[in-house]
Every structure is written in structure tokens, then in C-alpha cells.
């Protein structure tokens, strides 16, 4: 074997000094910096995302229903409800479990009860072992903590290498979609990205930009020091970590740099590995419509002594986070969620406004629980109301969540802790009276049908409803024809 | 920072929920990632590793060595490494090879050097296991976590005695047992659709995967 040893002759092109955007700060915060109203006006301000997001889900929502054409596709959701509730239902049993699989394989465990403490281990770690440089493959969880600014503000360079998380990384963007990044941004956006960091113009195709990607990532592949990952899921009889990816970066930032860092949320743990056969056809048939992704990869603790490759060590950082909260409480269930991204995919609010106008980490339905959950209702409470509750989610959810009621019953939480103010108060007391008792009820619905029919041109009331303004700016009603 | 017992306390103390039971172990669910009853699992094999944009080939014991080079000639690979699960077929494709005039390395030689694995233009592996339904071959530590997908061009040789129908008889079965740090379904080349939705091969593994089949003596 000829050994040409020297430098970027191999293995890539060093990315530009100063390529990437500076991360967001934990105190950067979208969700408090615009009302919901703000960001979703953003949201519908932007023709291309709603196309792109009606393309790129409608064609993951009928691969999917192909997918399981022939099977018995309710009994495997069924199933995978089951082994979702009962880990999440004996948690501690199970991560005891887990725990004592990892001791043994050489894992080291850490433990995070919030976004700060997460944010401290990980650099504690990098700058313990004289960490430089960074590669991470994709990882909710550290989106969730702002995990590149703590490792950016102690002197450590960061490289995210899914191909959508570094162009989100570039351009100093947020992703918009749990698996699909960059479902916001045009190929035209990428390229002039691109060509800026490239120094010249790159040709408008998405193999180039994706080539042009490629080269760079190879080389802070071949420098980095440690990979961090996220995790699929967390597998109590084997104490193994489960990552699922399609471009293979996840198995080379686990794989390569000489310390693996995991972080992942507690609630990924599934108590036996071979719940995977119920669990990993869900997740990529309900996520990409994929009978599976191109990798599946299973950790077990660091490099054993006979084997050719693979880090030193392994850390796996487990985030608690509003987690432990939830646990036997009413929405419990919001921790049943293996992030495949299909509510988002089918939500009709979703697919006008868009991942960002849900102002956090998580969109669409999904979102629109965890966030006042993990967030708290002061900052994220008014998602609640973003969305129709027509439970289109419900019946997607490849683990039976049920999001419509856990919308309802946060919204019941909001009113409750005194979050709506006395109009709208007022308002729905007065309507719930009304149409409690069947005269009024048909008397109100006489009186709507004459107002409608006045204040209608051409079949639609559009934004002349007085007082509703505000509702109806972004919504038309049409007549019915009198029958 | 919080130690492990408080963090555990934090969880004990929460209340316990509604706990519906696992479903059985021994059973194969009805899903997509198992085979159908009748089914033959060459004909799905073939059939799944195509779909992922992978070739197959069939090939018999005497053969794998030519129809490893022939792979590796269309690939227009030179630099090439091999991993140890190649099992009985090692030698043959060694000796195939360095007949042919390529640069052969061990991957457990090449791996300690980083920029040494990603120069290869190719390597050839075998698999811990296969799986029909799937069309994946199972890889694993004990070969090298990243031996393959390291390079543009992946050659794996695959037993039909290693092929298993489905993922639950991968993950209920022992052949796991022997699989060291990691274990991992590989299912074709590298794939992304990030940018407008336009699929890509090749973007962190390889672009091109070929599976060689060898078909048991009858």
C-alpha cells in the first residue's frame, strides 16, 4: 500500500476560516422574541416553503401508506404504542437497566437535569481531553440545549455534518423540520452559500453543492477529536445507543474521532432490542416512507481491544430537561414521541406556516405539546391554539400519541392557570351557555346565517367579520349553498 | 452537576403511569421488514438491495475472487482494502487482487491512520449477517465500525448460509452476540435528499455498493 501521507492531499478540502455563522446563544431565543402571530405572518410570507413543504410531504405521506400496504399496519402502531408506553410507564426500571449494560461496555454516563448542566458536561469533556475540533451528526437534543454556543465559547470548533444541519450551520438558519433541515431553503439559497464559501461559483446542482459539502466534511471528519450524536433510542437489555441515519455521518462521527459523545434524551430508552422490529419500521416508514434508512447503527460502548477501529471512549450525556416532569402526569404521553416527523408532514397548520413559526426546536403537532411543556406556558403556551385540532396527527402518529387531546388539555392548562384574558373569557362562557340550550342554539345559528349572508361578496366573507379581524386575516369563509 | 443517585431519585419520585404490557418477544410482527409467508428470501434479497440503488450479483465460492475484481475494475477503484469478515473468502480475494495488479491492504493495517482509510478507493468486506426483507448486510466492529463506508466503493460478499429472512430474526437470533462494539444495517449507498428534495448518492459513505451473493454448493 503506498502511504502519501501529507496534508489535504487527502481526505477533503479544509472548510474557510470563519465559515460558519456564530451559533445561537441559549439567551437567542425566537420563541420569546416574537408573539406566534409574528412568526407565523413570517411563515406565510414565504411562497416557496409552502410549496416545498406541500411537495415534500405529500410524497413521504403516500410512500408511506404504500409502505405498509398488505401489512397489518394498525397492529404494528399498536405494538409500537405498547413498548413506548411501557418504557416510558417504568423509565427508572428501565434506565437502571440500561445503566448497568453500559457500565459493563465500557460506556461512561453522565447526567444532565437541564439544558445548562448538559451544555457544561459536554465541554467539560471536549476540554478535558484537549478536544479542538468537534464533528456532530444530527441531534435534536443538542438543538434543544444550544449545545454549539457553550462548545464555540470555550475556543472549540464545531463542523455539523448532516448535509441540512451544515447548511443550517452556515447560514446561521434554524432547521425547520425534525428530519428534513433545510425544507425552508431553495437550491439557489445553498448555492450561493456555497459559492461564498467556496470563493467562486458553483454550478446550480444539487450533486455539485452536495459534492462541494462532501470535501469539507471529509476533512474535519479526518481532524476532529470527538463526534457527538444524538440517539434513536436507548436499548435497556444491551445498554447500546441506536442511530439512524442515511448519509452515513453518523457512523463516521462515532466512528473516527478518538471520543464519541452522546446526548440523548431519557425518554428514547425502549426496554429490548428486538423491539427494534416493531419500532424501526414505524420510524422510517412514518418519517421517509423508507422500508429502512441506509444505516441503522448500534453502539455498544468504545473500541475493544481486537478491533480495528472505532473511539477510545464513549460518553453518553442523558438529558432529563422537563422530562422527569412529565412522568405519570396527564401528558405523559408527549414522551412517547420516536420523532419520526409524520404529524408535521400531515398538519394543515404546519404546511402554511412552516417548522420556524413554531418558534422552538419542534414543529408541527409535536411541537406545539412539547414546547409550553418543556418551555413552559409563560413562552411557548399560545402554541396550543396553532392548530385545528382536526387530529389528522392522531391517526398518522406511527406510536398512537394522541396530540389532540394533549392540545385540548393544554389549552384547558392555559385557561386554567389564568393565560387567556377576560374577553375571550367571557366570550366562550356566554357562547357555552348558548348553544347548551337548543332554542338559543338555533336562534344564534339564524342570526349568523342572515349576518353571513350580509356581509358576503361573491360567496366569501373575507376579512369583514367586525371584531374578528384579526381571525379572519388569514382565513376565508365560504358560503354554503342554501339548500 | 447532578450524580447519577440524584438523578435516579428525581425519576423514582415521580408517579407511575398506565402500563399496557410488551408485546410478545418470540413473535414477528406483521411489517414491512419481514418476509411474507412463501416468500423466497433470495429473489426479496435481490430485489431490496436493487431498491436501494446497490447491484447484486450471484456469484458461486470459486468465483467470488474474479467477480470481486471485476466489481472493483467497473468502480475503477485501485487503492483497496479488505476486512477480516471475509471469512474463507479472504485469501481468494487477496490472491484475485494482487493478480489483478491492485493495491491491497488489510483494513486493520490502514485503520489506525485516518487519512490513510479515507484515500482508499474502495474496500471490500464481508457481513455478520444479511437480511432479506430489508435488503441490508449487517456489519460489524469486530470487521471495523467504519471499514464499510469509509470509501466511494463498498464490495460486499455475502453467504446465503448468513442470510436471515427478517429484522426480527437479526435482533432475536445470537449471530449478534459475536458483532464486538457496534453492529450495523447498511442498506445501499449513502443517501441524502436535503437540498430541494433531489436524491443524492455518496454524500458521507459510499456512492456505489455492490453485493456479490454466494450461493451454497447444491
Known sequence: MSTPTTDDSLGGTPLPIGWAAPAHQPSDD????????????????????????????????????????GTAHDELREQGRKIRATAIANLPDYLEQWLAQADANGTT??????????????ADICLEHDVSRVVKSKSMASEEVSLNSALENV?????????????????????SHVIAPILHRTRGEVREQFSKMAGEELPDDPAALTGFAREGLRHAFLTADAGISGGNFLVADTGEIVMVTNEGNGRLTTSLPRIHIALVGIEKLIPRRTDLAVLLPLLTGHGTGQLITTYVSVVAGPRRADEPDGPEQTHVVLLDSGRSGLLGGPFEEALHCIRCGACQNICPVYRQVGGHAYGWVYGGPIGAVLTPLFRGQKDGG???????????????????????????????????????????????????????????????????RGSLRVLAKDGVVSRRLPGLSKWTAGRDLLLGRRR | ????????????????????????RSSTPDAPTELRAGEDPIGRFQRETEATSASMSRVTRDT???????????????????????????????????AAGLEVADYADVAPQRRQAAALDATVTGCLAAVAATGSIVTS??????????????????????????????LS????????????????PSRSADIEKTLILGVHGPGRVDVLFVELER
Not at chain 1, 36 to 61: K, S
Not at chain 1, 155 to 175: C, H, K
Open chain 1, 382 to 448: 399560545e402554541l396550543s391554539h396553532a392548530t385545528t385540532l382536526c387530529g389528522a396527527c392522531d391517526d398518522v402518529c406511527p406510536v398512537k400519541i394522541p396530540l389532540h387531546d394533549l392540545l385540548l388539555g393544554l389549552r384547558q392548562r392555559r385557561v386554567a392557570e389564568g393565560c387567556v384574558g377576560w374577553g375571550e373569557r367571557a366570550t366562550f362562557a356566554v357562547w357555552g351557555q348558548v348553544w347548551s340550550r337548543p332554542l338559543l342554539y338555533r336562534a344564534s345559528t339564524a342570526v349568523a
Open chain 2, 1 to 24: 452537576m447532578t450524580d447519577r443517585a440524584a438523578f435516579l431519585a428525581t425519576l423514582r419520585a415521580t408517579p407511575r403511569g398506565k402500563n399496557p404490557g410488551l408485546p410478545d
Open chain 2, 173 to 188: 437470533g445470537d449471530v449478534l452476540s459475536a458483532a464486538g462494539s457496534l453492529f450495523a444495517l447498511q442498506s445501499g
Open chain 1, 30 to 69: 425566537p420563541l420569546t422574541e416574537a408573539t406566534l402571530t409574528v412568526r407565523m405572518q413570517e411563515g406565510l410570507a414565504r411562497p416557496f416553503q409552502r410549496e416545498a413543504i406541500a411537495n415534500a410531504t405529500d410524497h413521504t405521506i403516500v410512500a408511506m401508506e404504500q409502505r405498509f400496504a
Open chain 1, 155 to 175: 475556543g472549540i470548533d464545531v463542523v455539523e455534518t448532516d448535509l441540512g444541519e451544515f447548511v443550517v450551520q452556515a447560514m446561521g438558519d434554524r432547521p
Open chain 1, 109 to 122: 454516563v453522565h447526567f444532565a437535569a437541564n439544558d445548562g448542566e448538559a451544555r457544561q458536561i459536554v
Open chain 2, 64 to 98: 467470488v475472487g474474479v467477480a470481486v475484481v471485476a466489481a472493483l475494475h467497473a468502480a475503477g477503484a485501485q487503492r483497496v482494502a479488505l476486512t477480516t469478515d471475509l471469512g474463507p473468502h479472504l485469501e481468494a480475494v487477496r490472491s484475485a487482487c494482487w
Open chain 2, 141 to 170: 466492529a469486530a470487521a471495523g465500525r467504519a471499514g464499510a463506508l469509509i470509501a466511494p466503493t463498498h464490495v460486499c460478499v455475502v453467504r446465503e448460509d448468513q442470510l436471515l429472512p427478517g429484522l426480527h430474526a437479526l
